[in-house]
């Protein structure tokens, strides 16, 4: 992505949203544990072959939902080398997130989590500029 580029492009029809390549990081070795969580959950809802299991909520921006619960936990164990992994410790995992503020559970809505891409953005890429200039919506890149 060149600089000045919008970072947050909506993808047209029911695909959901795209986020720029800094959002995913390239998919680690099976057992890696270079891979966090929260990128995982990105790989899986960048691939088609996974909608059935895990996609965006349509309307809301950074929402996703969890079709089927026990599948992402098993892929999940499945990258991580962890045959033992559920929901149950898949969803201790995604808490852990809540007090760093990069996602939070929706209210309501079972299985349903929302990122915090500012959160996500100022740690892990600081060459971002997630403020917008005067009459600039959409958050850029520095440089």
Same mark, same amino acid.
């Given at each position: 992505?060149?600089? /000045?580029?919008?970072?947050?492009?909506?993808?047209?029809?029911?695909?959901?949203?795209?986020?720029?390549?800094?959002?995913? *990081?390239? !998919?680690?070795?099976? /057992?890696? #544990?270079?891979?966090?969580?929260?990128?995982?959950?990105? !790989?899986?809802?960048?691939? !088609?072959?996974?909608?059935?299991? &895990?996609?965006?909520?349509?309307? !809301?921006?950074?929402?996703?939902? &969890? *079709?089927?619960?026990?599948?992402?936990? @098993?892929?999940?164990? #499945? @990258?991580?080398?962890?045959?033992?992994?559920?929901?149950? *410790?898949?969803?201790?995992?995604?808490?852990?997130?809540?007090? *760093? #503020?990069?996602?939070?559970?929706?209210?309501?809505? #079972?299985?349903?989590?929302?990122?915090?891409?500012?959160?996500?953005?100022?740690?892990?890429?600081?060459?971002?500029? &997630? @403020?917008?200039?005067?009459?600039?919506?959409?958050?850029?890149?520095?440089?």
């Amino acid at each position: 992505m060149k600089a /000045g580029g919008s970072v947050v492009d909506k993808a047209e029809g029911a695909a959901g949203y795209h986020f720029p390549d800094w959002a995913y *990081k390239t !998919e680690s070795s099976p /057992g890696s #544990r270079q891979i966090q969580l929260w990128h995982f959950i990105l !790989e899986l809802l960048q691939k !088609e072959e996974f909608r059935h299991v &895990i996609a965006w909520q349509q309307g !809301e921006y950074g929402e996703f939902v &969890i *079709k089927d619960p026990d599948e992402v936990a @098993r892929l999940w164990g #499945r @990258r991580k080398c962890k045959p033992q992994m559920n929901y149950d *410790k898949l969803s201790r995992a995604l808490r852990y997130y809540y007090n *760093k #503020r990069i996602l939070h559970k929706t209210k309501g809505k #079972r299985f349903t989590y929302k990122f915090n891409f500012n959160k996500l953005v100022m740690p892990n890429y600081p060459f971002i500029n &997630i @403020r917008p200039n005067a009459g600039e919506k959409e958050t850029e890149l520095v440089g």
